[in-house]
Structures are given as structure tokens and as C-alpha cells.
């Protein structure tokens, strides 16, 4: 990554005292979503999903550049489901999903259960439950075998003392010769070729949707929005502002106002415009 990440954690009200939560349960719709997170989706509606499912989701870490904060994607990780989700720094839509801790998840596909307590995500399960597919590439750099359907890839990891074994770049041995079989260390969804190459899918909007609506502004005049044919002057009272957008989607209280101190009264006096 060219820019620096600055992570924002947000525990959602859970500390790193409690429990570990049950798994979370993913029904994978490849090329589509996984259980809630739909590819498309833009970051704030993905961000209320994480808020309605606290109890299942205790914390989640939001990362961006700020250098370069629209080359690199933005990033909300949830580390206590061992689930990420990636956006296009642009659009602001869901255009990767990767899931990376398997003890954390409950893992479906259309009803059949191939990542539980009970089942082993092999490689073996997974070409049972999936299906046939084209053979699959051995990275021998990162020593894993990259086994795609269209809109899904499955990561599996050779362990080092049998990187010799795959003669061909298709080739991954069912078993290796301590009788244990390729578990799966990664899983990504997402539109497209690849998952390298995932771009957030583009979604028509309806007539009513106003996400990623136009906005141009005047410096010290108005701010003109394109899709709702309405200008605000700066300056404006709140009365007008909404009359003008309708009323807000969401509304957040700010408990903690840290510049407070700067317009507390002294013996009645007020000396909050001191420099």
C-alpha cells in the first residue's frame, strides 16, 4: 500500500474482555454476497448492518489512507468474526468480500454447511458442495493452490515439506503423506474475473436513490445538489435546509464536545474567543 492506513476501531460498545461471540452465520452467494454483505452495497448501509448485529459483531475497525484517499480502498474489518470488507475509495460501494478466520464462522452454501463446528472447510468438501469447476493455479511463490468458481476463490496453503508434491500447476494432492487433506485459509466474493482485479459492482440507481448524488458548490454563495434540483444558500436556517432535502435519514448526538473548553464561563464572563 503506496499511502499510509489510519485504522478508526469502533468496539460498538463491547471491550476486548468479553467472550468471543458465536460464530457468525454466512450463507455465500458467490459473485453476490455473504449472509448481510451484499457486493454493491455502499459503506453506510453496510455500517448499519454493523450496528443492528452488535451483539454478533462486538467490534469493527474502519481503515483509509489519508494521503491518498481515493486510490486506497477503504477497509472495514471485523476482527472477532475474522471477516473484511473492502470498498472502491471512489464510490463508496462493497466490492470484496474475504474471509480469513474460519473458527469464528458458520459457513453455507445454498443450505449446506461446509464451515462449522462440525465440518472442516477441505478441499475435498468444498469440490463436494460447489461442484466441478476448472482446474485450479499453484502459486509456488506463496505456496498455495487458488481454486475459483465465477465470483469465488478459495485459498488452500501447502504446507513447506510438501511444496514439492503439485508436479503441475493444476495439480493439489486430495491428502498429503501424514493423511491430513488441504483446508481452506482464505475465501473472497466478489464481481468480476478475479479477486485481484474485483470492482464494486454497478447498480442502476432508481429515480428516488440519492446516493453518490452530484453536488456542486459555490464558495461562500450555495451548494447545489443535481439529482434533487434544489439549492442552498450558506447561511441558510435549519427550517429551509429541510425543507429543502426532506428530513434526515440518520441523526447522531454528539455526547463528548471536546472544544467545550473553549467557550466555558469564567466569572461570567465568557473567554472563549481568547487566541
Known amino acids: 500500500?503506496?499511502?499510509?492506513?489510519?485504522?478508526?476501531?469502533?468496539?460498538?460498545?463491547?471491550?476486548?474482555?468479553?467472550?468471543?461471540?458465536?460464530?457468525?452465520?454466512?450463507?455465500?452467494?458467490p459473485g453476490a454476497a455473504a449472509g448481510p454483505f451484499r457486493l454493491g452495497a455502499a459503506v453506510g448501509d453496510v455500517i448499519k448492518v454493523l450496528q443492528d448485529r452488535e451483539p454478533e459483531i462486538p467490534k469493527v475497525e474502519f481503515m483509509f489512507s489519508d494521503m491518498e484517499p481515493l486510490s486506497v480502498d477503504l477497509v472495514l474489518n471485523l476482527p472477532r468474526n475474522g471477516v473484511c470488507l473492502r470498498f472502491d475509495p471512489r464510490s463508496?460501494?462493497?466490492?470484496?468480500?474475504?474471509?480469513?478466520?474460519?473458527?469464528?464462522?458458520?459457513?453455507?452454501?445454498?443450505g449446506n454447511d461446509f464451515n462449522s463446528a462440525k465440518n472442516l472447510p477441505t478441499f475435498l468438501l468444498i469440490y463436494k458442495i460447489f461442484g466441478p469447476t476448472y482446474p485450479g493455479v499453484y502459486d509456488e511463490k506463496q505456496s498455495r493452490y487458488i481454486f475459483r468458481y465465477p465470483g469465488i476463490t478459495f485459498i488452500f496453503p501447502v504446507p513447506p515439506q510438501y511444496v514439492h508434491l503439485p508436479t503441475k500447476s493444476t495439480d493439489l494432492p486430495l491428502s498429503f503423506p501424514d493423511g491430513t487433506t488441504p483446508v481452506v485459509n482464505r475465501i473472497y466474493i466478489y464481481a468480476g474475473d478475479s479477486h485481484q482485479k474485483a470492482a464494486a459492482p454497478s447498480e442502476p440507481l432508481r429515480p428516488s436513490d440519492l446516493y453518490f448524488e452530484q453536488v456542486s458548490i459555490m464558495i461562500g454563495e450555495s451548494v447545489t445538489f443535481s439529482r434533487r434540483g434544489c439549492s442552498i444558500a450558506f447561511g441558510a436556517p435549519t427550517q429551509d435546509v429541510l425543507a429543502e432535502l426532506g428530513r434526515p435519514a440518520h441523526v447522531m448526538f454528539k455526547e463528548d464536545d471536546k472544544m467545550r473548553i473553549h467557550t466555558a464561563v469564567v466569572n461570567g464572563g465568557s473567554y472563549g474567543n481568547v487566541v
Not at 2 to 29: D, F, K, M, V
Not at 92 to 110: H, N, P, T, V
Request: no cysteine.
Open 1 to 29: 500500500m503506496a499511502a499510509q492506513a489510519s485504522p478508526a476501531t469502533s468496539p460498538l460498545g463491547a471491550s476486548n474482555s468479553l467472550p468471543p461471540p458465536q460464530r457468525l452465520e454466512l450463507e455465500l452467494i
Open 92 to 110: 463508496q460501494r462493497l466490492k470484496l468480500i474475504e474471509l480469513y478466520d474460519f473458527a469464528k464462522l458458520w459457513l453455507l452454501y445454498q
